[in-house]
């Protein structure tokens, strides 16, 4: 669960919130699972969607204090790429220039191995859909990766 | 020969999803498509190199620590049972009464059979029998963390602990079953097929194999326990969180 949300949101902090606000929405909503999936696709399934709320979250911070301290975001940028090293840093850009679905579902297909038809229940989306998404994520990475080696 | 491979159906095959043969097949005969995934290959490689850190073994207890204040408690049987005696609810309430009564007078005229289970389920009170199952419950999931993180040192101690626990199991999946508590009958269902798996486990390496392989089922289940323990008795639950290395 850890390493899912990891990889989701790229650092450790975020992922520790990811973990515990899943746990928390599935003892809530423990009524709602149906047993129609195995719990433990539900539990992706709430977390890839706790994941995705906080980068929307990150997203609309990090926009805010872009207008105000537009200097202090870009060392501090430069600073953590120095410090997770370069590939951390291109994979980290590349999952920023994924759209959630994709995101989601390379995360799901790459790092976790979870086949197409997996990840189309766990996103709740077509298998067509799951497999485009999944290509959609493979182009922009290789694109990232690409770019930077020129 | 077939035409050139796309991107789409490399990054397939690179995830095992595509027409394997075929395609395996044409990147033999291929330099220009071999080349092509030589160097897709080499990227998501590279990519699945990045390692995640490593939370340690606590991790599962940490995280239930952090979140239990934010516990409260699930709806109980007590309320429940307030609920349906609320005043919209009196007409379903009329009717269970004259099934009651005509399942007292079955029972009282009808034919006798006895046995264990219709025993427990009129006779022991509920609270009681809940914190049998309850303890039952603790039991369960010392086994599974236990077989979730132990090498088959003590295999035929694990296989006799398992079937203790798979006879107990049926009594209680019996009387959950009678008492109309289909959820805890569905997870003691569940559950029995584990144990019963657990006691008759040898100890080949395939046996070996397989019980990694359930590695991720044993993580679920013992999620399912853990929130099962916690409606029955949400101290308890809360004060001993147990290592689970799947959070």
């Known amino acids: ?150 | 020969m077939k035409k050139h491979i796309s991107e789409d159906e490399m990054t397939l095959f690179y995830y095992g999803e595509g027409a394997d043969s075929d395609i395996a097949a044409h990147l033999e005969q291929c330099g220009l498509c071999a080349k092509e995934y030589e160097d897709l290959e080499a990227l998501l490689n590279q990519v699945s190199a990045e390692d995640v850190p490593d939370r340690g073994p606590d991790y599962g207890a940490r995280i239930w620590r952090k979140i239990e204040p934010c516990l409260e408690a699930r709806p109980t049987l007590i309320s429940k049972i307030r609920g349906f005696f609320q005043p919209n609810n009196l007409v379903m309430v009329g009717s269970f009464a004259l099934i009651a009564l005509a399942a007292f007078l079955m029972g009282r005229f009808g034919p006798k059979t006895p046995d264990n289970v219709s025993f427990i389920s009129n006779v022991v009170p509920e609270n009681l029998l809940n914190s049998r199952v309850s303890d039952h419950l603790e039991q369960l999931q010392m086994l599974l963390t236990h077989v979730k993180h132990e090498d088959a040192g003590d295999l035929k101690l694990r296989q006799d602990w398992a079937r203790q626990l798979a006879n107990d199991n049926r009594l209680y999946r019996q009387v959950a079953y009678n008492q109309g508590d289909q959820n805890m009958a569905n997870l003691l269902d569940e559950l029995e097929f584990t144990l019963l798996e657990l006691a008759n486990q040898g100890d080949s390496p395939q046996v070996e194999v397989e019980r990694v392989e359930q590695n991720e089922e044993h993580t679920e289940i013992l999620f399912k326990i853990r929130v099962l323990r916690s409606e029955m008795n949400p101290k308890q639950m809360l004060a001993a969180p147990s290592d689970d290395r799947a959070l």
């Open chain 1, 1 to 150: 669960m850890f390493r899912l949300a990891f990889r989701m949101v790229g650092n450790e902090f975020d992922a520790d919130e990811v973990v515990q606000d899943t746990f928390l929405k599935a003892y809530r909503n423990l009524d709602r699972f149906d047993g129609s999936s195995k719990i433990g696709t539900w539990l992706y399934r709430i977390a890839t969607n706790c994941a995705l709320d906080l980068l929307r979250s990150r997203k609309r911070r990090n926009e805010k204090e872009e207008e105000t301290v537009d200097v202090a975001e870009t060392a501090l940028s430069q600073e953590e790429k120095l410090y997770h090293g370069q590939m951390r840093a291109r994979i980290d850009e590349a999952l920023e220039h994924m759209a959630p679905k994709e995101r989601s579902a390379f995360v799901l297909r790459h790092f976790e191995s979870y086949s197409i038809a997996q990840i189309s229940d766990v996103l709740g989306i077509k298998q067509d859909a799951a497999k485009h998404a999944v290509f959609r994520a493979v182009k922009k990475l290789r694109g990232i990766f690409q770019t930077r080696s020129a």
